[in-house]
């Protein structure tokens, strides 16, 4: 036995020196290998190796759409700051100390600018900047290889599109903002703040290469030649060239590819759970048919020029709107603001799969966008109109008491909301963010994957002709056109079975906000045009209820914030909300602060913050020509 | 480095020819004696210096061993005077006498690439060895280090895996890992350290200074922590050996939440705050109140407002209780959420070992199994490991090995949810038949989830299989020469498979889901060492020269799928059956090397004078598009003042004083962070033709490329003494050091109009210096009693001295220029001059108070919420009005440790520790987390109108819009761990021929005490568990 071991032992003892022996004469050439220790990325892309072809140009533009559709999709969504901060809403929550109603404690340089309970103008400034670096990446590589050259030009239109896009919302949202031209490659923290009328001149500059070359045949969800002109429109009219503006605007309308869809068409709307089915109320319009999620899409479709897309049937890239979720009122909150019947029991279930299924049916908002009376009465002038059309707007009091609890014993159940019992008194304490009305037929997307509905994946428009009309009609008011802004108006107005309007003279800057608020509620970046609109007035001096403004005093007195105190009333009435914060807003912010952290990182340039923050006082002045180097 | 290939393969093949003539080896027998009764001592190792040959003295004290004429033979024993002895060319018979000695200066230390006296020693390294830890049972090398090293924190787990981070001599990085560098049996390891069976360590060495690290180069800047295996020793017949534990995990201070009583007072309390500052419900907050308790004068009409049924229903829905909670309230059904999710863990652990000789083979073969749960239910770490290391005596010049290590982790554990917090008491944990799980408790999902709904559905195998290997082979070669190579292959296999089943409500929307993931790692090492020691009059060389290379390779891919039909009965075995729509897959294999070159002199002058001179260059392929390679020297000094005639005393036997000075590396990023990634995603556009949609990949960059990018440097100055005062009675050292970090690899924030919010970059520089103190007393040393103390103190404080060398002008008042200063990195809170853990942040003053109601408008507030120091006092709260407060990191640390022997037999010890002066953010005071109107809450004390309290702020209170943090001291004094063993005395064991039978019983985490600190543990920041254990060892 001992022997046998030894033998054992002996083989070990030889193999494993012999292994290692060898090993070590074969390794030694490691060490002294030039090559041995080059980076060698095995699963990534750089951009040395993958933007070479023009596959991949288009591929780097899908980045440049995705990200557009950032700003609207998910919960809490960018895209509420915009609202939030206009005519036609204001924060909604309340349940959470922090929130978003009084503008100025919260919107400031050091304040949190990046809250999705809150604001976040942040994530707009930063986006806009990742957007641009994804336009600059395909920019900058476009003339990097062999290829034809229309085909260039239209990728090359596409990019300076979305560019275009990121500036036209930087210099409303912030005003002067540093230019940058080139994708980034080395630190740098020199910046300096441009002039906004620069920028827009070189933007505009950019969209007249684009409109030539960019194609309206393209796969939609592609920036068309149409998009590219209407962006034009607005650059057009915030510069105050307003005969370009119209000029451009109707290149798009004339151009034969577009049309305001007039009829029905593609398929009709059918919501998920039984509140519309169990009722026999179908929607179907041509409004309803244009806002359904089906029908955005299609070939007939003839009045989008730019969207972004989700598909259900597409996992990889679906993402959900939760719109629902965002927009439709808490009509399910619980507890002490609760819903109650006439007779005082609690009222309303969000509950799916119940007898009645309202949650299913239109989904459940947390009502984080309660209008104001502006946008939820003043603004309806037509009865007829398709947009505030019975269950294409809904209104509370078509929703219906469902508390399982009720059912059977309570003759409520199943009967229409009511805001007030026989005696007058108010059903629910909070009438913010429980009780208002809603365009059902714009914010709806069936949700299957969510057991409580809050909206699914679906297309979102992001530009419509029917804007551009609006547009044209804005530019034609400002040249003192208003019989033609009126035709224009009225071509919107009618398609939503609206009378048209015929006295001219009762048409003027507010007739177009008002329309737009009708037409592109969550569609238009709401608090964008006004601030652009805001600079028109001071640029052209133009009187707005017998009131001038100038560019020298915009932080001061500006149109934006009169039109605020005059439509919201909210903000003018400093409404009290549940958690104790009082809505509030300051002239100053027509423009939002550029965050602190930003001006604090650039440390070998000056970033000017904006009049009325913190830091104003150490501006100095932005550059009135575009660097050299940025070109 | 041609020419040093050629010397190499010169010398091998040199070696190969000359070895057959060369014939000075013989063999050594002898006698190891005590000195006190010379009666011959067991267990002496007998070493031959700088060799891996080593023997171990028997039951009579005989010793037989082989070396060369020239070498120098080591005995050393536990608790005696280590000797050495030159074999001369008459040496054959040898009688040693050790002298009795708790002289810790004769331990052997291992250092970078071979191993050290303690005595003679250059660098600061602390040492623990197995026998310090043995009745602790430590469940990971984390549960060994902490406290037991000066300078060097371990931080805790509450995990059933356990474990820690480490950080030594305070934070130099400020993006990087400050992990240390693990050294298993002399090679860099690159596993997990819940692969390491702690029950295998020998000793482990903590090198702390630069001088020492630095033979490690690029991966030294954190430390090196070096771990010995086993092995088997010369002891006459194999030993087995078994040892077991079994003990419970109880959950301590996982912060308490409303219990069933106290939850709807603290509702109505939220209720009325809530209302009381709104102008239109201010005056009616009785409608909060319990309608059999309400305030004088009000009705119970006024009270009912109009709503009708009980006025109990009202009540409770009022205070947002929903329809469930009301039933289960009226019924008095509460739920202690808390009792749900947390657990007394069991936790057991079993080891056997095999070791021991035979002819010139010895070995050291150990299995083990670990089995804990965690406190938190579903919570749950098994691993076996197992160990062989082999060392075979060829010949006598040549000496080849294997350390083979198998590890089997399984982390298939789902734990509960633990934000219990959230939970009312009153939901209820089924439906109403009792048996199924209830989605939401509260059949709110906005509010609630049921911490243990997603668990039940859910199937997980996450496994990870790891072997790592050292093949070595030493030669000895003429001249005092030894060539010694290690070839190192590491095997790392990964498997995630996951079902997540379309039972579940939420997950059968989409028919439930499965991921399977694989990932494999193979990392190849290389070491070649070439040894040379030469000893003349009274000189001694050491001479070490290093070639190393490594290969990291990876391949992992992973699968996603769901829409599973005809179901998803199979789990996530069938991935096949998931809807082909829904397929989702990725894969990421990886590629990195690194070289290494390095040598070292180490130089002795009659033991007295010692120097240590060193050179690495290492290389990492993540720098490789510049800066592949980097230099790292280092100098150390070495004086035993004692050993000076005019300085040697009774007292102060002992006394070195050293000095070193060293570079370090930190290459911890990730191997492609100097790259610019692309990353890939879907988009989907429609066809204009048909409307049909279709994805395209969208590619997006980023990050900012750096290839400039190279590695982090750590300098550090290091005066140490080392004492010992009456032969050991008292001994100790005190280390001063003073360190520079540069080219830190910092995530530089950049402003965002670089489209980029950061980029990898190097730059600045921060300074550590801190004082370690460590002090060791053989108190008292009698036939049935002893008392051993160890005590040692820690104190660090860093600064930053530069960032990104940015200029500013300094102006005074008037707006003229001064002078210039460096900026700081105002968003990242870094400042130059202070340390990289201060508090900048607004000063919390205290709370409103009522009668202050106009002050707190001013900034949008009420009384009851916190108040801020408003600096200048302009009405507004900006980074104007921040004000530096302190620390989070601790700025002093003790230990203490305390070991008797009663009787020979009963051991005792305890340890406690303390971690002083920082603090961290406490914002449960602020009692505005969450919606507490639909959920529960951590039981915080907040302020009503009758409790005016400047500590807390009333229930739900406003901020006034600034982004603002609670701070509170976390100092705290711990006492860490109580063992008691009993070990049977050898006479009883004779008869039953065994060799040792101890029984032991330790707790783990008795308490501590942090008087500003409450609801959870100060050092985890949740919940730390207390472990009791109880176990045997036994060895036949």
Same mark, same amino acid.
């Given at each position: ?631 | ?98 002298? /009795?000695?708790?002289? $810790?200066?004769?331990? *052997? ?8 006296? +303690?005595? &003679? @020693? ?126 419970? /995990?109880?959950?301590? $201070?996982?912060?308490? *939440? ?8 603290? +509702?109505? &309390? @939220? ?766």
């Amino acid at each position: 036995m001992i022997t046998d071991m030894k033998t054992i032992y002996k083989k070990i003892k030889f193999v494993v020196w012999g292994a290692v022996s060898s090993l070590a004469f074969l390794m030694i050439p490691y060490g002294c290998n030039k090559t041995f220790l080059n980076p060698n990325p095995l699963s990534i892309f750089t951009p040395e190796n993958a933007m070479t072809t023009v596959a991949s140009l288009y591929n780097a533009l899908a980045a440049c759409d995705i990200q557009i559709r950032e700003e609207i999709y998910g919960d809490a969504p960018p895209y509420l700051t915009e609202l939030m901060f206009s005519d036609l809403c204001v924060e909604g929550m309340n349940d959470n100390p922090g929130t978003n109603q009084n503008a100025t404690l919260m919107v400031t340089p050091t304040g949190n600018l990046n809250n999705g309970n809150g604001n976040q103008i942040l994530w707009h400034i930063e986006n806009a900047y990742r957007g641009l670096r994804n336009a600059h990446v395909v920019i900058d590589a476009v003339n990097s290889f062999e290829m034809d050259e229309t085909e260039r030009n239209s990728i090359l239109g596409m990019a300076y599109f979305h560019r275009a896009m990121r500036y036209y919302r930087l210099t409303h949202q912030f005003g002067d903002v540093p230019y940058v031209g080139k994708h980034i490659v080395s630190p740098r923290l020199d910046f300096q703040t441009t002039r906004r009328e620069v920028i827009l001149r070189k933007m505009k500059e950019d969209l007249e290469f684009a409109v030539q070359w960019v194609s309206d045949n393209v796969d939609k969800g592609r920036p068309t030649k149409g998009a590219c002109g209407h962006l034009l429109t607005k650059i057009n009219l915030a510069l105050g060239e307003f005969d370009d503006a119209i000029a451009s605007a109707s290149a798009v309308i004339n151009g034969g590819v577009y049309a305001l869809m007039r009829e029905p068409f593609g398929v009709i709307p059918q919501e998920e759970g039984n509140y519309f089915s169990s009722r026999g109320i179908v929607r179907d319009d041509v409004v309803a048919r244009l806002h359904w999620f089906a029908n955005k899409h299609i070939p007939e479709n003839k009045e989008v020029l730019y969207m972004v897309n989700s598909e259900e049937s597409l996992p990889s890239s679906r993402v959900n709107l939760q719109t629902m979720r965002q927009a439709v009122p808490f009509w399910s909150k619980t507890a002490a603001k609760q819903i109650y019947t006439p007779d005082g029991r609690p009222g309303m279930s969000d509950q799916a799969g119940r007898e009645i299924d309202l949650v299913r049916s239109f989904g459940r908002g947390i009502g984080r966008t309660p209008p104001t009376v502006y946008h939820a009465f003043e603004i309806w002038d037509d009865p007829n109109d398709l947009r505030h059309k019975q269950y294409n707007w809904m209104r509370m009091e078509d929703l219906v008491y469902n508390h399982p609890d009720l059912n059977g014993s309570n003759p409520y159940y199943g009967k229409p909301l009511q805001l007030r019992d026989e005696d007058g008194r108010v059903l629910t304490t909070d009438t913010i963010g429980n009780w208002y009305g809603w365009p059902h037929y714009k914010l709806y997307t069936p949700d299957p994957r969510t057991v409580q509905p809050r909206g699914g994946a679906g297309d979102w428009y992001i530009f419509r002709l029917a804007e551009t009309y609006l547009l044209r009609a804005e530019a034609y008011w400002w040249k003192g056109q208003p019989d033609q802004a009126m035709v224009d108006i009225n071509e919107v107005r009618t398609r939503a079975h609206c009378a048209p309007y015929t006295d001219a003279n009762q048409i003027d800057i507010g007739t177009v906000l008002s329309e737009r608020a009708r037409e592109l509620y969550w569609e238009e970046p709401r608090r964008t045009e006004l601030t652009r609109i805001a600079f028109i007035f001071a640029q052209t001096g133009k009187a707005f209820n017998g009131k001038t403004y100038s560019s020298s005093t915009f932080g001061t007195a500006n149109f934006y914030y009169d039109w605020l105190m005059e439509k919201n009333n909210f903000f003018r009435d400093h409404v009290v909300a549940f958690n104790g914060q009082t809505y509030e807003i300051q002239s100053y912010h027509v423009l939002w602060p550029i965050p602190q952290s930003m001006i604090d990182a650039n440390t070998l340039g000056v970033i000017n913050q904006n009049f009325g923050y913190d830091g104003y006082a150490d501006n100095v002045p932005p550059l009135d020509a575009i660097p050299a180097e940025e070109l | 480095m041609k020419r040093i290939r050629l010397l190499l393969y010169g010398m091998l093949a040199a070696m190969l020819f000359i070895q057959a003539a060369y014939a000075q080896t013989k063999t050594i027998t002898g006698k190891v004696l005590s000195s006190t009764d010379s009666l011959g001592i067991t267990g002496v190792t007998v070493r031959v210096k700088d060799r891996n040959q080593q023997t171990v003295t028997d039951n009579e004290g005989d010793f037989s061993i082989t070396a060369n004429v020239g070498e120098t033979l080591v005995f050393s024993s536990i608790g005696f005077g280590a000797k050495e002895i030159v074999i001369n060319n008459e040496t054959t018979q040898l009688n040693i006498f050790l002298d /009795a000695s708790s002289d $810790r200066l004769d331990e *052997v230390v291992v250092i970078g690439y071979g191993e050290q006296r +303690r005595r &003679d @020693l250059t660098g600061a390294i602390a040492s623990v060895s197995a026998e310090q830890f043995e009745n602790e049972r430590p469940q990971n090398i984390a549960d060994i280090l902490r406290n037991n090293t000066p300078g060097l924190a371990v931080g805790v787990s509450s995990s059933a895996q356990g474990g820690g981070s480490f950080e030594i001599r305070g934070n130099n990085s400020l993006r990087t890992s400050t992990d240390p560098l693990i050294v298993l049996d002399g090679v860099i390891y690159v596993g997990n350290l819940s692969d390491i069976n702690p029950n295998d360590v020998e000793s482990i060495d903590v090198m702390k200074d630069a001088s020492s690290a630095a033979i490690y180069g690029a991966r030294s800047a954190n430390g090196v922590i070096q771990i010995t295996t086993k092995r088997g020793k010369d002891s006459g017949k194999p030993i087995i050996s078994f040892n077991s534990s079994i003990g419970v /995990a109880q959950p301590t $201070r996982y912060g308490k *939440v409303y219990g069933a009583d106290e939850f709807v007072n603290w +509702r109505s &309390d @939220l209720m009325k705050s809530l209302n009381y500052y709104n102008p239109t419900t201010k005056d009616k907050l009785y409608l909060y109140d319990d309608p059999n308790d309400l305030p004088s004068g009000v009705t119970l009409d006024e009270w009912r407002g109009g709503l009708a049924g009980e006025p109990l229903d009202i009540w409770l829905s009022r205070l947002g209780l929903r329809p469930l909670e009301i039933e289960n309230y009226k019924a008095g059904k509460s739920i202690d959420w808390a009792d749900m999710i947390y657990q007394q863990a069991l936790r057991q652990d079993h080891n056997v070992s095999l070791s021991g000789r035979a002819n010139a083979l010895t070995y050291f073969v150990s299995l083990g199994y670990n089995n804990n749960e965690g406190v938190v239910v579903g919570d749950q770490f098994k691993t076996i490991r197992n160990r062989i290391n082999i060392d075979a005596d060829v010949t006598s010049w040549l000496k080849v090995g294997i350390n083979s290590q198998f590890a089997r982790r399984d982390e298939s554990n789902v734990n509960a949810g633990t934000n219990i917090q959230v939970i009312s008491p009153w939901g209820s944990m089924y439906e109403d038949d009792g048996t199924t799980l209830r989605l939401s408790p509260v059949d709110d999902l906005v509010a609630a989830r049921n911490p243990l709904y997603d668990r039940a559905f859910t199937d997980r195998l996450l496994d990870i299989t790891t072997i790592t290997s050292t093949l070595f082979a030493q030669v000895q070669l003429p001249f005092g020469i030894s060539y010694q190579a290690n070839y190192t292959p590491h095997f790392n296999m990964r498997r995630y498979f996951n079902h997540q089943s379309s039972e579940h409500q939420e997950w059968g929307l989409f028919g439930g889901q499965v991921d399977r993931e694989h990932t494999e790692n193979f990392t190849w090492q290389l070491d070649n060492l070439i040894k040379w020691s030469h000893r003349f009059n009274n000189h001694q060389l050491d001479a070490t020269v290093l070639i190393n290379a490594e290969k990291v390779q990876g391949w992992g891919d992973n699968l996603s799928v769901q829409e599973f039909a005809p179901s998803d009965v199979l789990g996530y075995h069938n991935v096949g059956a998931g809807g082909s729509d829904t397929r989702n897959m990725g894969s990421d294999d990886i590629y990195s090397t690194r070289d290494a070159l390095m040598g070292r002199l180490n130089y002795a002058f009659k033991d007295r004078y010692m120097a240590t001179v060193a050179l690495r260059r290492d290389g990492f392929s993540a720098f490789g598009m510049r800066n592949p390679r980097a230099y790292f020297p280092t100098v150390a000094l070495g004086w035993v003042i004692s050993d000076e005639r005019f300085l040697q005393s009774n007292i102060l036997t002992y006394g070195k004083l050293r000095l070193s000075w060293g570079e370090n590396g930190n290459s911890a990023i990730g191997i492609y962070d100097a790259l610019s990634p692309i990353g890939i995603s879907q988009y989907p556009y429609y066809s204009l033709e048909t409307g049909n949609p279709y994805e395209v990949n969208r590619m997006f960059v980023e990050r900012m490329a750096n290839h400039e990018l190279k590695w982090e440097r750590t300098q550090q100055l290091n005066l140490g003494f080392d004492f010992s005062i009456k032969e050991g009675l008292l001994d100790g050292s005190i280390d001063l050091y003073r360190s520079t970090t540069l080219d830190l690899l910092v995530d530089r924030s950049l402003p965002l109009i670089n489209s980029y919010a950061s980029v990898t970059d190097n730059l600045g520089k921060i300074e550590n210096r801190g004082i370690e103190f460590t002090l060791n007393a053989a108190i008292l040393k009698r036939e049935n009693f002893s008392w051993n103390s160890g005590f040692n103190f820690t104190v660090n404080r860093n600064k930053i001295v530069s960032l990104y060398g940015n200029m500013e002008e300094v102006l005074d008042d008037e707006g003229n220029v001064t002078g210039q200063r460096e900026s700081d990195d105002i968003p990242n809170r870094w400042f130059i001059g202070k340390a990289i853990d201060v508090i900048w942040a607004p000063k919390v003053l205290g709370v409103w108070q009522l009668g202050e109601e106009e002050q707190a408008a001013e900034y949008g507030q009420y009384p009851g919420d916190f108040k801020l120091k408003d600096v200048d006092g302009n009405g507004v709260i900006n980074q104007e009005d921040y004000e530096f407060q302190g620390y989070r990191e601790p700025q002093f640390r003790w230990n203490l440790r305390q070991e008797f022997v009663f009787f020979k037999n009963l051991e005792f010890a305890f340890n406690m520790y303390a971690q002083l002066g920082y603090k961290a953010t406490f914002n449960r005071a602020k009692n505005s987390d969450g919606f507490p109107e639909r959920q529960n809450a951590f039981a915080t004390e907040y302020w009503t109108p009758e409790n005016p309290t400047n500590r807390y702020s009333r229930l739900y209170a406003l901020t006034g819009g600034v982004p603002f943090d609670i701070y509170r001291n976390k100092s705290f004094v711990r006492l860490d761990r109580i063992s008691l063993a009993y070990r049977f005395p050898q006479r009883y064991l004779d008869t039953v021929n065994l060799k040792s039978l101890k029984l032991f019983f330790n707790i783990q985490n008795v308490g501590f005490w942090a008087p500003d600190w409450e609801q959870t543990d100060p050092q985890a920041e949740g919940l730390y568990p207390r472990n009791y254990t109880f176990g045997v060892n036994l060895s036949l």
